[in-house]
């Protein structure tokens, strides 16, 4: 593995970085304060349309996507320190660039596994921005971590799926642009084969039976930016058969193939998220006195940004690796380093937020900086796309197996 950036990534480094600095980060209090004047807080600023506008025109646009003819035609390895700029400011800079979950992922699915008169009616809009989606697998009655839990039930009736169930932590569903839900549940419940009891429909938001109920907190933060985390209702909502994605009896592998990257992608911006409040802790450590002498002199100061810069050196390389084994072996192929990294990235980064909230005192749980926020999403994600104990488990049988 060269550790070296190509020349391409190198180029759109330097143009999403000075992106971040001409654009991104002033737009950070001004999106704060127009949301404040929205009629509702689920609107878009303006400035976030400006900042859409402006990346798409300085072609910062669908990085993710690894398909040429659809996004960037990058690799994974080309697209993770991208995704870690971006991390930096992560409710602006992934959206203005339309690299936000849940759309990348729902994206990926359409560009994979859809059909053309599918990818015609929602991927092309998603790609251009002009709506937003959401995935709906989570459920409040269940434990989803297991996704065989699901009870949503999607049952042929002539040429119609009646869809039935309640979701909930449906990211991107508050937000009124939201289109269409890509929704799971059970075709099969009855099945032999608890993983091909599965399958995923398209469901647009206005069909009826279709109730948004209520926007879901994330530590009391309602994450507006993504088009918030709501409880949803499914009461016998009929679409047309040709509304199922894939096969029937397709959803578990359709998931599993969705989570791969999401998971990864998670774990790029979790390493801006690092290194914005490693910054943070640094310019309050030279900015503030305690006892006589600056922040920045005091010993356990010194060892919480080491431990800060050592962990995030290491995670990244884990990210890197298991990038480029993505692209070269496969998803399958990066398993382990997939789900190692969802269990390593997380954790560390809550450590490293806390230090740096810590060091700014009242100031790192006011609204004033960022370090609350980054907190909530990055604790967030010890449990998003599978909890961490999920992971250890199916990372241990495997090393197991070894010696079986």
Request: a negative charge.
């Amino acid at each position: 593995m060269d550790f070296a950036y190509d020349a391409r990534t190198e180029e759109l480094r330097a143009k999403l970085l000075a992106f971040m600095d001409e654009y991104v980060y002033p737009a950070e209090q001004v999106a704060h304060e127009q949301r404040a004047r929205l009629a509702s807080p689920w609107d878009t600023p303006q400035v976030v349309e400006d900042l859409k506008a402006e990346a798409r025109r300085q072609g910062l646009w669908n990085l993710f996507l690894p398909d040429a003819e659809h996004g960037a035609g990058l690799t994974n390895l080309q697209y993770a320190p991208l995704a870690e700029i971006t991390g930096r400011s992560p409710q602006l800079a992934p959206t203005a660039t339309n690299c936000a979950a849940p759309d990348t992922g729902n994206m990926e699915v359409l560009a994979q596994f859809a059909d053309e008169a599918q990818r015609k009616q929602w991927l092309e809009p998603l790609l251009a921005g002009e709506i937003r989606s959401a995935f709906a697998m989570t459920e409040p009655d269940v434990a989803s971590s297991d996704a065989t839990n699901i009870t949503t039930h999607i049952e042929r009736d002539g040429d119609e799926y009646v869809v039935t169930g309640r979701k909930w932590y449906i990211s991107g569903a508050m937000n009124p642009d939201c289109g269409i839900f890509i929704v799971m549940g059970k075709t099969d419940p009855d099945g032999e084969d608890i993983r091909r009891q599965q399958s995923m429909v398209l469901v647009p938001r206005d069909t009826p039976g279709v109730t948004v109920n209520r926007a879901m907190q994330v530590f009391g933060y309602e994450d507006h930016y993504h088009g918030g985390h709501a409880e949803v209702t499914f009461d016998h909502a009929r679409v047309p058969v040709t509304n199922l994605i894939g096969e029937e009896g397709g959803g578990f592998a359709i998931a599993q193939a969705r989570l791969g990257p999401g998971r990864i992608h998670h774990c790029m911006r979790l390493i801006g998220m690092a290194e914005r409040a490693i910054e943070l802790m640094c310019r309050r450590a030279v900015s503030r006195e305690a006892f006589g002498k600056a922040l920045a002199q005091q010993g356990v100061v010194h060892n919480w940004i080491a431990d800060a810069r050592v962990t995030v050196e290491q995670l990244r390389l884990l990210v890197l690796k298991t990038a480029w084994l993505m692209d070269t072996v496969g998803n399958r192929g990066a398993h382990t380093e997939i789900q190692a990294i969802k269990i390593a990235t997380p954790r560390a980064v809550v450590d490293i937020i806390d230090r740096a909230i810590q060091l700014h005192g009242a100031g790192g749980v006011s609204q004033d900086f960022p370090l609350a926020e980054l907190y909530a999403g990055a604790r967030t994600l010890m449990i998003a796309d599978g909890p961490d104990e999920v992971h250890q488990r199916s990372l241990a049988r495997r090393e197991i197996k070894k010696y079986l």
